[in-house]
């Protein structure tokens, strides 16, 4: 099929460009140009939820150079109009990179790791910038020493290799809990799998079989369980095989970490029958993703994501056909 021999193009690309250093062979194309959205002036943002002390941390940005391959059923032009319809830059597709840190019941929990500023965008014309947690956090006044447990939402590079020491692959967190979905884990450290990927995904899945599963602090766990305490797991696979949200609950209020449900809300969220190339299945992405935003709407959460417009906190609401995202402004 013509559609999914192009997203895994695609992905293949990404990935490729992902995974430098570790594959030099296809090392091709370093960013010609320079990050053209400024830092935020103060690189994390805290909230309460309920009793939960949530502060999201800026990792860095990807600003992709548009590309007609984007979407399987979005032209580059609807593309601009949605990211002009939400007042964003038109010149290139917005990927600001938030990870969440939340202290709840005594314990400090990590949601996701950031891309390590090991992730690199394939594309020249794009700007792939990641890495910027680990100053952030301390600026925040968190020891990232004292992180007891990090949840994977899925092991896309932008999610999981700020846990990987660049050239060494060591753990960057050797003494925290890693908790990943177990989906996710066996997809990915299936030996098999390298075979069955296209050439330039290989990569990835190398890196991720190479060190995750000789690491003895990673906890793979089924379904929607109470991963820690007043933090669930929540099942939203399409964009990866294992992809999961994360539910904070305290008191009366709850707070859904989208992970990358709906990866650009101006994109994913206003128009979420769009079929975007980084999902690996659109169809259960799209299923997963309404579900989501369908939930946060129902129960009156408040949602934050991955690659949400910093600070990375909104409401959402319907909006016609799709859902419309309200920034929380720092
Ligand atoms: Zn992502």
Same mark, same amino acid.
């Given at each position: 099929?013509?559609?999914?021999?192009?997203?895994?193009?695609?992905?293949?690309?990404?990935?490729?460009?992902?995974?430098?250093?570790?594959?030099?062979?296809?090392?091709?194309?370093?960013?010609?140009?320079?990050?053209?959205?400024?830092?935020?002036?103060?690189?994390?943002?805290?909230?309460?939820?309920?009793?939960?002390?949530?502060?999201?941390?800026?990792?860095?940005?990807?600003?992709?150079?548009?590309?007609?391959?984007?979407?399987?059923?979005?032209?580059?032009?609807?593309?601009?109009?949605?990211?002009?319809?939400?007042?964003?830059?038109?010149?290139?597709?917005?990927?600001?990179?938030?990870?969440?840190?939340?202290?709840?019941?005594?314990?400090?929990?990590?949601?996701?790791?950031?891309?390590?500023?090991? &992730?690199? $965008?394939?594309?020249?014309?794009?700007?792939?910038?990641? #890495?910027?947690?680990?100053? /952030?956090?301390? *600026? %925040?006044?968190?020891?990232?020493?004292?992180?007891?447990?990090?949840?994977?939402?899925?092991?896309?590079?932008?999610?999981?290799?700020?846990?990987?020491?660049?050239?060494?692959?060591?753990?960057?967190?050797?003494?925290?809990?890693?908790?990943?979905?177990?989906?996710?884990?066996?997809?990915?450290?299936?030996?098999?799998?390298?075979?069955?990927?296209?050439?330039?995904?290989?990569?990835?899945?190398?890196?991720?079989?190479?060190?995750?599963?000789?690491?003895?602090?990673?906890?793979?766990?089924?379904?929607?369980?109470?991963?820690?305490?007043?933090?669930?797991?929540?099942?939203?696979?399409?964009?990866?095989?294992?992809?999961?949200?994360?539910?904070?609950?305290?008191?009366?209020?709850?707070?859904?970490?989208?992970?990358?449900?709906?990866? &650009?809300? $101006?994109?994913?969220?206003?128009?979420?029958?769009?079929? #975007?190339?980084?999902?690996? /299945?659109?169809? *259960? %992405?799209?299923?997963?993703?309404?579900?989501?935003?369908?939930?946060?709407?129902?129960?009156?959460?408040?949602?934050?994501?991955?690659?949400?417009?910093?600070?990375?906190?909104?409401?959402?609401?319907?909006?016609?056909?799709?859902?419309?995202?309200?920034?929380?402004?720092?």
């Amino acid at each position: 099929m013509l559609t999914t021999s192009r997203r895994d193009l695609i992905l293949s690309a990404a990935v490729a460009g992902a995974a430098l250093g570790l594959d030099k062979s296809l090392a091709i194309a370093a960013p010609a140009r320079g990050q053209k959205t400024p830092d935020p002036a103060k690189g994390f943002f805290r909230y309460k939820i309920g009793d939960a002390e949530c502060t999201g941390v800026y990792d860095g940005i990807w600003e992709k150079a548009h590309d007609p391959a984007c979407f399987s059923n979005a032209t580059v032009a609807e593309i601009k109009q949605a990211l002009a319809d939400a007042g964003l830059t038109t010149a290139f597709v917005p990927i600001p990179i938030t990870v969440f840190v939340i202290k709840l019941h005594g314990k400090l929990v990590l949601c996701d790791a950031g891309g390590g500023n090991q &992730v690199q $965008a394939f594309n020249p014309e794009s700007v792939f910038v990641s #890495g910027k947690m680990m100053a /952030n956090m301390r *600026a %925040a006044g968190i020891d990232p020493k004292k992180i007891e447990t990090i949840l994977i939402s899925h092991f896309h590079p932008d999610h999981i290799f700020g846990l990987l020491e660049k050239k060494t692959n060591a753990p960057v967190f050797p003494n925290a809990e890693i908790i990943v979905p177990a989906a996710e884990y066996k997809w990915w450290t299936d030996p098999s799998l390298i075979t069955r990927l296209p050439t330039g995904r290989r990569p990835l899945a190398r890196r991720i079989q190479t060190a995750i599963p000789n690491w003895k602090n990673v906890l793979p766990v089924e379904g929607e369980d109470e991963v820690v305490p007043g933090i669930r797991f929540v099942s939203a696979p399409g964009h990866t095989p294992g992809h999961t949200a994360f539910h904070v609950s305290s008191g009366n209020e709850q707070l859904m970490i989208s992970s990358d449900a709906a990866y &650009v809300p $101006a994109l994913c969220a206003a128009h979420p029958g769009w079929h #975007g190339v980084f999902d690996q /299945n659109a169809v *259960a %992405a799209e299923t997963s993703r309404r579900k989501l935003l369908d939930r946060v709407i129902a129960d009156k959460m408040m949602i934050c994501g991955s690659h949400f417009p910093w600070p990375g906190l909104g409401k959402i609401a319907r909006d016609g056909a799709g859902y419309a995202l309200t920034v929380h402004t720092s």
